[in-house]
C-alpha cells in the first residue's frame, strides 16, 4: 500500500548540470502535481500532468524546465542547466478524479541542492 | 495565481491549548479547503478538508470552520500536544486545479 513516491530524496548537482525528478503517484491514481517550496515558505505550484497529457504548467519556468507523464513509468520533473537558484525542494502529489474536488496526496520531495 | 493568506506566520502554544490558525481567500470559484501537516524534513500530510457546504467539519482533535460569506476558514486543534508541533498549510482549489498555499504557520506547543 505504497504512497506517493519520489526519487531521489537528496539530489546534489553543480551549476550547469541537469536534475532530473521522479515521482510515481498512488496506485490507481492518474494526476500528478508538481510544487516546488522555497525554505520558509509554502508551496508553489508548477505543473499538473495525466497520462501522457500536460494539463497546466502555467507554475513552471519557461526554459530550462519540463515536465512528462508517460503511458509507464514514472513522473518526472527535468531541470536542464541548473542555476544555484533551483535549489528547493520539489514536491509530487497525486489524486484520483471522479469529478469534483480531488484530494491530494503528497511524496516526501526531492531535496535539490545546486553547488 | 489567486492569493490565500495564511495567518498567524508563528505561534506558541501550551499544551492543552487551542491552537487556531486562520486563512482567507479570494477566488470565489474555490469549492476545496484542505489543511497540510508537515514536520521538518517531510512531505505535506492531509489533515482535514472542508467543502463550502458545511460550515464546520471536525475529526478528532482538529475542526475546520468556514465562513462562506467573509471567505476564511480557519483551523482549530483542541487538547494541543507538543506532537503537533509542526507548519499548517492551508490552500484551496476547484475541481481538479493545483492548489493555491498559504505561506504557512509554524505551530510550536510547549509543556
Known amino acids: 500500500n505504497a504512497g506517493v513516491m519520489q526519487n531521489p530524496r537528496h539530489l546534489v548537482r553543480r551549476r550547469g548540470q541537469e536534475a532530473r525528478l521522479r515521482c510515481s503517484p498512488m496506485?490507481?491514481?492518474?494526476?500528478v502535481y508538481w510544487y516546488r517550496q522555497l525554505p520558509e515558505e509554502g508551496l508553489k505550484f508548477m505543473v499538473y500532468?495525466?497520462?501522457?497529457?500536460?494539463?497546466?504548467e502555467s507554475g513552471m519556468p519557461k526554459e530550462r524546465f519540463s515536465a512528462e507523464f508517460p503511458k509507464e513509468g514514472p513522473s518526472i520533473l527535468r531541470i536542464q542547466q541548473v542555476v544555484r537558484g533551483d535549489s528547493a525542494a520539489y514536491f509530487c502529489?497525486?489524486?484520483?478524479?471522479?469529478?469534483?474536488?480531488?484530494?491530494?496526496?503528497f511524496g516526501p520531495g526531492t531535496r535539490l541542492t545546486v553547488t | 495565481q489567486q492569493q490565500v493568506k495564511q495567518s498567524p506566520q508563528s505561534l506558541i502554544v501550551q499544551k492543552g491549548g487551542i491552537s487556531i490558525i486562520n486563512c482567507a481567500y479570494e477566488?470565489?470559484?474555490?469549492?476545496?479547503f484542505p489543511w497540510y501537516q508537515q514536520f521538518p524534513g517531510k512531505g505535506p500530510a492531509l489533515l482535514i478538508a472542508i467543502r463550502p457546504d458545511v460550515s464546520e467539519k471536525k475529526e478528532g482533535r482538529f475542526t475546520i470552520s468556514f465562513n462562506k460569506s467573509a471567505k476564511q476558514f480557519s483551523l482549530h486543534i483542541m487538547d494541543s500536544q507538543p506532537g503537533d508541533s509542526a507548519t499548517y498549510f492551508c490552500a484551496a482549489s476547484s475541481g481538479n486545479t493545483p492548489l493555491v498555499f498559504g505561506k504557512g504557520t509554524r505551530l510550536s506547543v510547549i509543556a
Open positions: 477566488n470565489t470559484a474555490f469549492d476545496y
Open positions: 496506485k490507481g491514481h492518474s494526476h
Open positions: 500532468l495525466q497520462k501522457e497529457n500536460i494539463i497546466d
Open positions: 502529489a497525486s489524486s484520483f478524479s471522479a469529478g469534483g474536488p480531488a484530494e491530494q496526496y
